[in-house]
């Protein structure tokens, strides 16, 4: 059976849809409340599922918009083939798995074609139009290079008209601008990207393009009062947290034992890893600051937790700062130099167990914040016990090492902040240097048996691998690594800190060189520190 048959009539062991999906996407498109970049996997698990809720109990009669302005197959090749349906599946740790179709998606768009950018437009004029989230990761924020300078995407987007930018906050603000040219109703912009503070960061990239723009005469100079209004746009910051692995072969077989139909896992030219069925984890958090000048869905109904930007920072710190992401980093680095390629398998090594267990409890908890609405050992004990372990999960170290020079600042930066600030002892930082070297390690392509693997795709990743050029496998002299180390070590904008500032740099470097010493010299490290 195919999507479009399962939805209507059930099948495959999967419900069929409850509510009058024909009549819900003809509402959306004509009075659309919610719109959403991002068409990835982390969307259609999460928030797709969650709206589906919405209208299965009858609490909601509209659907969500889904635009991609990165990766257009993701439309071309999985949405429109299939009506904008998905099947999820759910993976227990128990080894249960749950199957429902989600038909939450009313439409999805890309910037590919004046047709549907005009349609964009439209949307964004529309004054029903209450919400648009975003789940494109970090790096979709960032417009500046690590010296501080525009980076050239920006540049040239800075450069056009707005209704030619390229860049997702350029094509955002070109948007923002048609909708304050009809009249400026309030709307707000979510970011659900897992990044510190990302409504902030969202907010800065469109407040430079719009100043750009004013500069140069292409928009009028009350576009920027309108979006630093705050009764008039809000940017949300947000914590989001499910697991949502790519799509694993093992799960299409098991659908198509089932006679599921469409089991095809697509690897887009951009590197998204995509299938009609997303399989996911069961454990999901989203708490949202509640800044929503036009309204919001009521997704507080399914679970969503909105709360004051105070709160929400909290938890957003315990989690990406302390409790989950750090400790998926690590695995993430260690298991691709080890040949591991699932999480849950490095789990049950317990020289990897005990690192990332003393990386949340020992180095992490000392420094977490408390949000009050989530218990920061409590959830620890979810992702150590149940979470990573999860044998159903196939999530893989190679996916979480993507852009990982993008995820240093948050997810190591900030503790060593903290150690600082409140003036602890740095020698109970053992696994935060260790990491810092172990993906200077990882970045020489050479697994701990001295064979070459393939680097997940970063950003600086040209830069970082000419850098440690001279850098080769066995008899690594200090000074060699010390002289490679010092610009990737120094370098606030990657770790947050100058790791030279603290003990941590020299640690780091001593721990570089003893992985390079030769085949088996990372386990030999790992196994003397956490046996």
Same mark, same amino acid.
């Given at each position: 059976?195919?999507?479009?048959? /399962?939805?209507?009539?059930?099948?495959? !062991? +999967?419900?069929s849809?409850?509510y009058?999906r024909?009549?819900?996407?003809?509402?959306?498109r004509?009075?659309?409340?919610?719109?959403h970049?991002?068409?990835?996997?982390?969307?259609?698990?999460?928030p797709?599922?969650?709206?589906d809720?919405?209208?299965?109990?009858?609490?909601?009669?509209?659907?969500?918009?889904?635009a991609?302005?990165f990766?257009?197959?993701?439309?071309?090749?999985?949405?429109?083939?299939?009506d904008?349906?998905?099947?999820?599946?759910?993976?227990?740790?128990?080894?249960?798995?749950?199957?429902?179709?989600?038909?939450s998606? +009313?439409?999805?768009?890309?910037t590919?074609?004046?047709t549907?950018?005009?349609?964009?437009?439209?949307?964004?004029?529309?004054?029903?139009?209450?919400?648009?989230s975003?789940?494109?990761?970090? !790096?979709?924020y960032?417009?500046?290079?690590?010296?501080?300078?525009?980076?050239?995407?920006a540049?040239?987007?800075?450069?056009?008209?707005?209704d030619?930018?390229?860049?997702?906050?350029?094509?955002?603000?070109?948007?923002?601008?048609?909708?304050?040219?009809?009249?400026?109703?309030?709307?707000?912009?979510?970011?659900m990207?897992?990044?510190?503070?990302?409504?902030? =960061?969202?907010k800065?990239?469109?407040?430079?393009?719009?100043?750009?723009?004013?500069?140069?005469g292409?928009?009028?100079?009350?576009?920027?009062n309108?979006?630093?209004?705050?009764?008039?746009?809000?940017?949300p910051?947000?914590?989001?947290?499910? /697991?949502?692995?790519?799509?694993?072969?093992?799960?299409?077989?098991?659908?198509? +034992?089932?006679?599921?139909?469409?089991?095809?896992?697509?690897?887009?030219? !951009?590197?998204?890893?995509?299938?009609?069925f997303?399989?996911?984890?069961?454990?999901?958090?989203?708490?949202?600051?509640?800044?929503?000048?036009?309204?919001?869905?009521?997704?507080?109904?399914?679970?969503?937790?909105?709360?004051? =930007?105070?709160?929400?920072d909290?938890a957003?710190?315990m989690?990406?700062c302390?409790?989950?992401?750090?400790?998926?980093?690590?695995?993430?680095?260690f298991?691709?130099?080890?040949?591991?390629?699932?999480?849950s398998?490095?789990?049950?090594?317990?020289?990897?167990?005990?690192?990332? =267990?003393?990386?949340?409890?020992?180095e992490?908890?000392?420094?977490?914040?408390?949000?009050?609405? /989530?218990?920061?050992?409590?959830?620890?004990?979810?992702?150590v016990?149940?979470?990573?372990p999860?044998?159903?999960?196939?999530?893989?170290p190679?996916? /979480?090492a993507t852009?990982?020079?993008? !995820?240093?600042?948050?997810?190591?930066?900030?503790?060593?902040?903290?150690?600082?600030?409140r003036?602890?002892?740095?020698?109970n930082?053992?696994?935060?240097?260790?990491?810092?070297?172990?993906w200077?390690?990882?970045?020489?392509?050479?697994?701990?048996n001295?064979n070459?693997?393939?680097i997940?795709?970063?950003?600086?990743?040209?830069?970082?691998?000419?850098?440690?050029?001279?850098?080769?496998?066995?008899?690594?002299?200090?000074?060699?690594?010390?002289?490679?180390?010092?610009?990737?070590?120094?370098?606030?904008?990657?770790f947050?800190?100058?790791?030279?500032?603290?003990?941590?740099?020299?640690r780091?470097?001593?721990?570089?060189?003893r992985?390079?010493?030769?085949k088996g010299?990372?386990?030999s490290?790992?196994?003397?520190?956490?046996?």
């Open positions: 059976m195919n999507l479009k048959e /399962i939805a209507k009539s059930g099948g495959c !062991k +999967a419900a849809i409850s009058d024909d009549l819900m996407r003809n509402r959306t004509k009075a659309p409340i919610w719109l970049f991002g068409a990835g996997n982390i969307f259609r698990a999460f797709c599922a969650l709206q809720t919405l209208l299965s109990k009858g609490i909601v009669d509209y659907g969500i918009i889904a991609e302005t990766d257009f197959e993701i439309i071309d090749k999985i949405y429109r083939p299939h904008d349906l998905s099947l999820l599946v759910t993976l227990g740790a128990d080894g249960s798995v749950s199957r429902r179709v989600i038909g998606v +009313a439409e999805s768009i890309t590919q074609t004046d549907e950018r005009g349609r964009l437009v439209e949307i964004f004029k529309s004054p029903s139009l209450q919400m648009v975003f789940t494109v990761t970090e !790096k979709g960032v417009y500046l290079s690590p010296d501080g300078s525009l980076l050239p995407t540049a040239a987007d800075f450069a056009r008209e707005p030619a930018a390229q860049t997702l906050p350029g094509i955002i603000t070109a948007l923002l601008y048609s909708r304050y040219r009809a009249g400026g109703a309030p709307i707000s912009l979510v970011s990207d897992n990044c510190s503070h990302n409504g902030d =960061r969202l800065s990239a469109i407040s430079a393009f719009a100043a750009a723009w004013v500069e140069r292409y928009v009028d100079d009350g576009f920027i309108y979006i630093l209004d705050e009764s008039r746009i809000g940017f910051c947000t914590m989001i947290d499910k /697991i949502t692995p790519r799509p694993d072969p093992k799960v299409a077989s098991l659908l198509a +034992a089932d006679r599921f139909d469409n089991t095809e896992c697509i690897v887009t030219s !951009k590197h998204t890893y995509i299938a009609p997303v399989n996911a984890e069961a454990p999901q958090y989203l708490v949202v600051e509640d800044v929503f000048p036009a309204g919001r869905p009521p997704l507080e109904r399914v679970g969503v937790i909105f709360t004051d =930007r105070e709160t929400v909290k957003e710190r989690k990406v302390t409790c989950l992401n750090p400790l998926h980093t690590a695995l993430a680095v298991g691709c130099l080890l040949g591991y390629t699932l999480i398998e490095e789990m049950k090594n317990p020289v990897l167990s005990n690192m990332v =267990r003393r990386l949340g409890y020992i992490g908890l000392p420094v977490v914040t408390d949000p009050g609405i /989530i218990n920061p050992r409590a959830f620890i004990d979810e992702v016990n149940v979470r990573l999860n044998p159903f999960m196939p999530d893989s190679q996916r /979480i852009d990982t020079s993008q !995820k240093l600042s948050v997810r190591f930066g900030e503790t060593i902040k903290q150690y600082i600030e003036g602890l002892n740095f020698d930082l053992v696994v935060v240097p260790l990491v810092a070297a172990g200077c390690r990882y970045l020489l392509g050479v697994d701990d001295g070459k693997f393939d997940s795709p970063d950003p600086l990743l040209p830069d970082l691998r000419s850098t440690l050029s001279e850098i080769k496998l066995g008899n690594v002299s200090y000074d060699t690594a010390k002289t490679a180390l010092h610009p990737i070590f120094s370098n606030e904008s990657i947050g800190v100058d790791l030279y500032s603290t003990p941590l740099g020299h780091a470097e001593e721990y570089f060189v992985m390079t010493a030769g010299a990372v386990t490290l790992l196994t003397e520190l956490f046996s």
